[in-house]
């Protein structure tokens, strides 16, 4: 198991390392060949290890990483069955990227470092998904934020994608923050930094401790998830290339904050009050994710909005204490969204570069049969009809919220439900806005054999956004639930009023979705033209970085200036030159006194000892 | 018998180098580089008899020994081609470096007042006439002059010291008479303390050495400020570690003002010299105020943090006086710092080793200086001279901009050609020393271990 795991880890890591050192003398088919064959083989280095797992779950360790004081960090793994399906999902998704990104990028002359950063990437996931030191965690956390930084700004030639990468990398860092005391009071508290160290002590812990750093840990996730109020950096986020959006700012990393609140779980099974403002936080961005997305007209800023409305559902579901409801959604999500943005790929691609769905209309549709096939399935599962995968897991997040006892779990519930309907209506706008108008102003088409070859890979997650549902069917279906079955000996078992109020929720969730189609056929179908409305507060995500700009940027800039003028300029360095003149002063006299006569020294010689003997003299009597 | 010889080895193989050279010029035509391998040849026996660690010696004096035998081969090598370029070389100079070795090495290791006071002298008697080796320069003479005068009368108010602590104890040995105690032993500690420190160039009674060490050939300055420094500190130390408690309690408040007066007067007198010799011979009175703080401290720890600042102090100055004489034309050394403009480029090597030389002295890393300087600091801190420390690491950052001037004028592009650029060649000799020094200097810094392991072991053992 040891050398599976390691194998795991060592092939995205190699890959990254092979394409950084032979950078220049890579092909471009070699150089995706590489990347796709190292993400291979770590996936079946995943699967080996799921495949030889047992309930029991594997403690690791793969070398010390840093000691002193009493205090050490290791390189060590905590493999349970939970993150054996996160490692397998993980790989899974990033090969299928891969393959993707090697059409994708076929005009790109920095495939090497494209390849680098994702396979690097890749890595850094799977320490998120294994690790157990948190230590070793936060290099993972921080090595993805890291990846995703060079990745938004991919293109740095242009300086407004610099400037999201910049964006995303100091809002992420805001929640790590949070991650970085959490992981100080961890170790205070309880000696040792590692998962299971802390699940051990559990009991002993007080609860006020256990709900600090509970509250941390909720603060670094929402910043790695873009929950609110950290979430304006994530539609910032799509000036990356379109599949690393798929990747990261969709499948994974998004999901990591949301993962490791479920690695947590035993904390916060201790801590209710921070599960019951996950569940607020996480149902308040999916209604305000899903509002702003009604907003948008680009296609890429509307998936990522529903990402973050997503990711709110998973919150939703952790907060609930239901770590295998909130997985499944993480994975019925990983496919369908990254699904969605890999058909986005293809639309602006074969639009001319065109992100503005009000410019694709109904040719596209014609002239791309299979890509609207692949589209509505995504959004048949974003949009949670009946059946599709989305549906059985949304409504698992909304029975969660619902069985809970609490006021704070009913608004959540409330909040769930509205953002769901709105969630039918916007991407039912995106499909029958892109797909089926006839645009006043329409873009050129692309006609590219490569655009059909770059759907090949997206079929598999087709399939799965749509069937992957059966995977864990409700109760009252009277099917074999998979995952939670598999799940049991890990994560705390579903409670059973769960299962009682899902057969109500989901009636009501299968009402919300197709309701929300018809309100968007109403709207928008082709017959009445649709025309993209004025751009307002939900364009730009109802203020959220106006409000930043005015209250925090504006302020600090303010305070920085008055700073370096006032404090350093003036203050600090005219200090600083005071003394330096006062020194050379000093110093002169110094030099005058060293080129003496040797009358001078012996004067001096003389009084001293004069002197020192009246000292002595004076503390004798 | 044997055992008596093995133990003074050291000093006979000195005293009788010097005589051996002096007797070899008497034959006819002796060639003139014999002078300098017969030299290098005995000196470098004190250091092997240390590195074979005979029965019977203290581990101190064989530290002392094979660091005075470091000092004086290098000065040796250094001087070889200096000197017999600029003719002065002969017998006589040769002669007095061992005789004047000889003369350390009995100052260090000195248990008895007689002795120290002997051994001082004869040290400082051979170093006059060195100073003055090189007759045809005025400046030299003079340096001579200024330096004999005052140490002349030093050595009156040492003599005077010891005669009252003698005569307040009835005991030479030095520690049974400290031990003793007493206002009038505490008065002669005190005058001999002067006396020390005025060898040691303390402050207020420093005011002889800029011009000393800017007047004397390069490096005899160089052999001026270590191995004298490094015999007279040992002495410092030793007195301080048998004082008695009531003198303690009496001159130490007395000594930690000498010692911050010191490093502030080195450190800040050094700040708007123009001489580069005269800037390291600033540096080297601010440094011995660090070790002046160690000795006080000499029994929490004090102690080896000095013997391992004496090795990293010896190495870099021997490095910064050496490179100033190999880096020097043939008429006078090469003082101004606006002569050193752009010699980086122009002799990287040896330019090199004055660099980290001086960076050493600012106690930058990954020199031995910086190692040097936080051994000291910690032991004064952890003695309790919590002020005096924040004091020293106060003048030790202002004298930063002293090293880092000259670094500067080194690799400074512009203003080359207003100087002779060639200087004379450095000889192998004088190369390979200065290579060492500066390869020392970076290799204690790196790994300070190897060094303290041996002082650690020497304490353990002796």
């Given at each position: 198991m040891t050398t599976l795991v390691a194998l795991m880890l060592f092939f995205p890591l190699a890959g990254a390392v092979l394409q950084a050192a032979f950078s220049r003398s890579l092909s471009r088919a070699a150089s995706g060949t590489l990347a796709a064959l190292a993400i291979a083989a770590s996936l079946a280095a995943a699967l080996a290890a799921v495949w030889n797992l047992g309930v029991a779950p594997h403690e690791i360790t793969l070398g010390q990483w840093l000691a002193f004081d009493g205090f050490s960090a290791n390189f060590s793994i905590l493999y349970n069955r939970l993150a054996g399906l996160m490692t397998v999902t993980v790989t899974f998704v990033a090969l299928l990227i891969h393959l993707y990104s090697a059409i994708y990028m076929?005009?790109?002359?920095s495939f090497a470092r494209y390849f680098c950063y994702l396979n690097l990437f890749v890595f850094f996931m799977l320490i998120i998904a294994l690790a157990d030191d948190l230590v070793f965690l936060f290099m993972g956390w921080e090595g993805v934020g890291f990846c995703s930084f060079a990745l938004i700004g991919f293109?740095?030639?242009e300086l407004p994608n610099v400037d999201a990468g910049r964006k995303a990398f100091l809002m992420t860092r805001v929640g790590d923050l949070g991650y970085v005391a959490a992981l100080a009071i961890v170790i205070a508290a309880s000696g040792s930094a590692s998962i299971t160290g802390l699940t051990a002590q559990i009991d002993a812990m007080p609860t006020a401790t256990a709900t600090l750093i509970g509250f941390l840990f909720l603060f670094a996730a929402c910043g790695k998830s873009a929950?609110?109020?950290?979430?304006?950096w994530l539609p910032d986020a799509?000036?990356?290339?379109t599949p690393v959006s798929a990747l990261?700012?969709?499948?994974t990393m998004v999901t990591a904050g949301v993962y490791l609140l479920m690695r947590l779980e035993p904390l916060l099974a201790i801590a209710p009050d921070v599960g019951a403002t996950a569940a607020v936080i996480g149902a308040a961005t999916a209604l305000y994710g899903a509002a702003c997305a009604m907003?948008?007209?680009?296609v890429k800023r509307i998936l990522a909005y529903s990402t973050i409305s997503q990711v709110g559902y998973m919150f939703l579901a952790a907060g609930c204490g239901d770590v295998s409801g909130a997985f499944f959604h993480l994975q019925a999500h990983a496919f369908f969204k990254s699904l969605l943005f890999m058909v986005a790929g293809i639309m602006i691609q074969a639009a001319?570069?065109?992100?503005?769905?009000?410019?694709?209309?109904a040719r596209l549709r014609r002239a791309m049969p299979g890509l609207f096939l692949l589209f509505a399935c995504g959004a048949a599962a974003l949009s949670a009809l009946p059946l599709t995968s989305g549906y059985f897991s949304k409504g698992r997040t909304l029975a969660d919220a619902i069985a809970h006892p609490g006021p704070a779990y009913l608004l959540a519930f409330i909040l769930g439900a509205v953002a769901a309907f709105l969630t039918a209506v916007y991407v039912f706008r995106l499909c029958f806005v892109a797909f089926f108008s006839d645009p006043a102003d329409p873009a050129r088409l692309l006609s590219d054999p490569e655009l059909a070859r770059m759907e090949r890979p997206l079929w598999p997650l087709a399939a799965l956004a749509l069937g992957y549902g059966f995977v864990n069917p409700p109760e009252f279906m009277g099917l074999k639930p998979w995952l939670d079955v598999y799940l049991a000996g890990t994560v705390t078992p579903l409670p059973p009023n769960v299962e009682h109020a899902e057969f109500f929720v989901e009636m009501i969730d299968a009402v919300l979705a197709v309701s929300g189609l018809l309100l968007a056929w109403l709207l928008y179908r082709p017959a009445r033209h649709p025309v993209a409305a004025p751009a307002g507060a939900l364009t730009a995500g109802l203020g959220l970085d106006a409000f930043y700009r005015t209250w925090i940027a504006a302020p600090y800039c303010r305070l920085s200036a008055r700073l370096w003028r006032?404090?350093?300029?003036?203050?600090l360095d005219g200090a600083a030159m005071g003394a330096a003149t006062g020194l050379l002063t000093l110093s002169r006299v110094a030099a005058r006194l060293g080129s003496a006569r040797p009358s001078t020294t012996l004067t001096t010689l003389l009084g001293a000892a004069a002197a020192l003997l009246t000292w002595l003299a004076l503390r004798l009597t | 018998m044997t055992a008596q010889l093995v133990l003074y080895f050291p000093h006979l193989s000195l005293a009788l180098g010097g005589l051996v050279i002096l007797l070899a010029a008497c034959?006819?035509?002796?060639?003139?580089?014999?002078f300098p391998i017969l030299a290098g040849v005995f000196a470098a026996l004190p250091g092997l008899w240390s590195l074979a660690g005979?029965?019977?010696?203290?581990g101190i004096g064989c530290y002392y020994a094979g660091l005075l035998s470091v000092i004086t081969l290098a000065t040796v090598a250094l001087t070889a081609r200096y000197a017999a370029r600029r003719g002065f070389a002969g017998d006589a100079l040769y002669g007095l470096v061992l005789w004047s070795a000889l003369g350390m090495l009995l100052l260090a290791a000195s248990d008895d007042w007689l002795m120290l006071i002997v051994g001082l002298e004869l040290a400082s008697l051979c170093l006059y006439a060195v100073v003055a080796s090189?007759?045809?320069?005025p400046l030299g003479t003079e340096a001579a002059l200024k330096y004999f005068l005052p140490g002349a009368m030093s050595l009156a108010v040492l003599v005077f010291g010891a005669a009252l602590v003698y005569a307040g104890?009835?005991?030479?040995?030095i520690a049974d008479s400290l031990a003793a105690g007493g206002p009038i032993v505490s008065a002669g500690l005190a005058l001999a303390l002067i006396g020390i420190g005025f060898k040691l160039s303390l402050?207020?009674?420093?005011?002889?050495t800029p011009d000393v060490y800017q007047g004397a050939p390069a490096p005899i300055a160089a052999f001026l400020s270590t191995g004298s420094k490094a015999a007279t500190a040992a002495a410092l130390l030793h007195l301080c570690a048998e004082a008695s408690p009531e003198a303690r309690e009496l001159l130490w408040p007395a000594l930690a003002g000498v010692a911050g007066l010191t490093m502030a007067a080195g450190n800040i007198g050094a700040?708007?010299?123009?001489?580069v010799k005269r800037i390291l011979a600033y540096s080297s009175i601010a440094q011995m105020g660090y070790i002046a703080m160690a000795a006080m401290a000499v029994n929490d720890g004090g102690g080896e943090a000095a013997l391992f600042y004496l090795a990293a102090f010896a190495l870099m100055d021997l490095g910064a006086f050496g490179a100033v004489g190999l880096l020097s034309?043939?008429?006078?050394?090469?003082?101004?710092?606006?002569?050193?403009?752009g010699l980086g480029y122009v002799h990287p090597w040896r330019a090199g080793a004055l660099a980290i030389s001086l960076l050493s002295l600012a106690g930058l890393p990954p020199t031995a200086g910086f190692i040097g300087k936080f051994l000291v600091f910690g032991a004064a801190l952890r003695a309790g001279y919590v002020g005096l420390a924040a004091f020293g690491i106060v003048t030790a950052v202002i004298g930063i901009f002293y090293a880092l001037r000259v670094v500067a004028a080194l690799y400074m592009?512009?203003?080359?050609?207003?100087?002779?650029?060639?200087?004379a060649p450095a000889g192998p000799a004088g190369g390979l020393a200065l290579g060492v020094m500066a390869a020392g200097v970076l290799a204690l810094g790196l790994f300070p271990q190897s060094l303290l392991g041996a002082i650690a072991a020497l304490f353990g053992g002796g």
């Open positions: 076929r005009e790109d002359t293109w740095h030639e929950q609110l109020p950290l979430s304006s799509m000036a990356g290339p990261i700012h969709a499948a907003g948008q007209r680009d001319h570069e065109e992100h503005d769905i009000f410019r694709m209309g006032g404090v350093d300029e003036d203050m | 034959l006819r035509r002796t060639p003139a580089t014999l005979p029965t019977g010696a203290s090189r007759l045809s320069d104890s009835g005991s030479l040995i402050a207020p009674v420093h005011l002889w700040l708007c010299q123009k001489s034309g043939e008429i006078g050394d090469r003082d101004d710092v606006t002569a050193y403009q592009q512009s203003g080359v050609e207003a100087h002779p650029a060639i200087p």
